[in-house]
């Protein structure tokens, strides 16, 4: 249970981070009753940041610590406070090896955050701040390590045991249980950590990329489900294509999984290597499911598949970043349903629920900026404003730079930050440094809550010819913000 009280994090506050961990090593014993977590840490302080003698700090939520080793040194109680929700061990060299052993409850965890089951299966949801409930971890998104991930299970009740990455070793154990060993050689933050262990069915495809590397494509369903695979597997071709096509980005593991779930917080994850979904939006069949659930499927399919450049290989500095990854992705996966579809009626769609239900949560006691000064509890962040205004902001700068220069920016963005942590304000440079363009009017997007309104007035005067529009743009105050700057939007109009 967690026990303190929530507290204000602050993006003024931001600090890189006092420790690195360069590879995490996984062992997961599964069982009924619980299931036991071996983590091995490779940690070494970060040059980057000023604290020398930091204590090595390390997050925790609701787990049972068994035992704690530094460079092979059984660490006892006095060595280490583990009290509150943070593993603290003093005196720590500039780089070490922690071997940490917890037992967690899969089964009574019903807060779906972390390791937890569903139908008689094992899965994760580590996004935004669940891997903490699975090991202590510098659980944070800057911090990006290689994970390699041993599972193991009972071989009867759970045949398939996944993770991220590749699959590079299996075999079988005593009493009936094996194991399955998978490496992920692209550095990850610990929310794109996953794990599923069940009795499922697996269909397969394959894809080839650009560059003629062929592509492993696995969908895992529980065995009544079998028949409802097909829309996602074609989606996410689409989805595969298209992206190489208009944003030049190729994947990139051997190996793509879809699994679906029955009991799941968000819509889907975009898991390395290993994307989650709630069975809702990922199945259906043509008997049961409508034209609009079959669209639906599609753009979450590819939006998560999206997340493989715009969220993991170049991915969020701190969680007020969240919009970088989540706004470029909505963007980009409207573009691809435009595309797959009508541009007209996609476009309708999007901005009648703008209009509705984003513009009401900029006009109430929610609203808050696209990139947030503070919160109190991230998960409350995965708002309308991260997803659909952070889209549309994504979309102005489109329209200010036109389709090429856009392009050019993201190849930028996608070239200069790979394999970092970064801002949407690193987004935006790219954006300028790619088109010349000067957006530093433009950036109060990410910084002002509350939609603008227009004031339009236009004349004409027939004796002169000359026809005068004026416009007046005002911002509504919001909840902490008050005196806006006006905000620079760009302006189509056609004389006829
Ligand atoms: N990161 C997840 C997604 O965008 C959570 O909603 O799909
Ligand atoms: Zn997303």
Not at 330 to 350: A, C, H, L, N, Y
Not at 481 to 494: D, E, N, S, Y
Request: hydrophobic residues 35%; glycine residues 6%.
């Amino acid at each position: 249970m967690r026990t303190s009280q929530p507290q204000t994090i602050y993006l003024k506050d931001y600090k890189v981070p006092a420790f690195v961990v360069d590879h995490v090593d996984l062992r997961f014993e599964l069982f009924e009753d619980g299931a036991r977590v071996h983590s091995l840490l490779s940690v070494r302080r970060n040059p980057d940041s000023d604290g020398a003698e930091a204590d090595l700090e390390l997050d925790g939520d609701s787990l049972k610590l068994e035992s704690i080793q530094l460079d092979g040194k059984t660490l006892a109680d006095g060595d280490y406070d583990n009290r509150g929700e943070k593993l603290v061990v003093p005196a720590v060299p500039d780089q070490f090896e922690l071997a940490v052993v917890t037992w967690l409850e899969p089964q009574n965890n019903t807060r779906l955050e972390g390791l937890y089951k569903s139908s008689g299966m094992f899965c994760t949801q580590c996004e935004a701040q669940g891997f903490r409930c699975i090991t202590y971890f510098p659980d944070r998104p800057d911090v990006m390590a290689r994970f390699r991930t041993r599972v193991e299970a009972d071989k009867s009740a759970y045949p398939v045991l996944l993770s991220n990455g590749n699959d590079v070793e299996k075999g079988d154990l005593e009493n009936g249980r094996h194991f399955v060993t998978w490496e992920d050689p692209f550095p990850k933050p610990s929310y794109l950590f996953a794990l599923v262990a069940g009795d499922l069915v697996e269909k397969r495809d394959s894809f080839r990329t650009m560059s003629g590397r062929d592509i492993d494509l696995r969908m895992y369903i529980e065995p009544r489900n079998a028949e409802k695979c097909d829309h996602a597997i074609d989606s996410l071709k689409r989805a595969m294509r298209w992206d190489e096509e208009v944003y030049g980005r190729e994947y990139d593991l051997d190996i793509f999984m879809i699994v679906a779930v029955d009991d799941f917080n968000m819509g889907a994850m975009e898991n390395k290597g290993l994307n989650i979904f709630n069975s809702s939006c990922v199945l259906a069949s043509q008997e049961t499911a409508t034209d609009v659930a079959f669209q639906r499927i599609e753009s979450i399919v590819a939006h998560e598949y999206f997340h493989n450049w715009s969220g993991n290989r170049v991915t969020c500095r701190d969680w007020f970043q969240l919009s970088l990854k989540e706004g470029f992705t909505v963007f980009r996966d409207s573009q691809f349903s435009s595309d797959m579809g009508s541009p007209t009626v996609k476009r309708i769609e999007d901005a009648s629920m703008l209009r509705t239900a984003q513009f009401a949560e900029d006009a109430g006691p929610m609203a808050h900026p696209v990139r947030p000064e503070s919160y109190m509890e991230i998960t409350n962040f995965y708002t309308l404003t991260i997803y659909e205004k952070g889209c549309e902001v994504v979309g102005m700068i489109r329209t200010l730079l036109g389709e090429e220069l856009f392009r050019k920016g993201s190849d930028l963005y996608f070239e200069r930050h790979d394999g970092q942590a970064v801002t949407t304000d690193d987004f935006v440079r790219a954006m300028e440094d790619a088109s010349g363009r000067d957006l530093s009017q433009f950036r109060l997007w990410y910084e002002q809550a509350g939609t603008p309104e227009l004031t339009i007035k236009d004349e004409f005067d027939q004796g002169s010819g000359v026809y005068r529009l004026s416009i007046e743009q005002t911002i509504p105050d919001t909840p902490g913000q008050t005196h806006k700057k006006p905000q620079h939007i760009p302006f189509a109009l056609g004389l006829i």
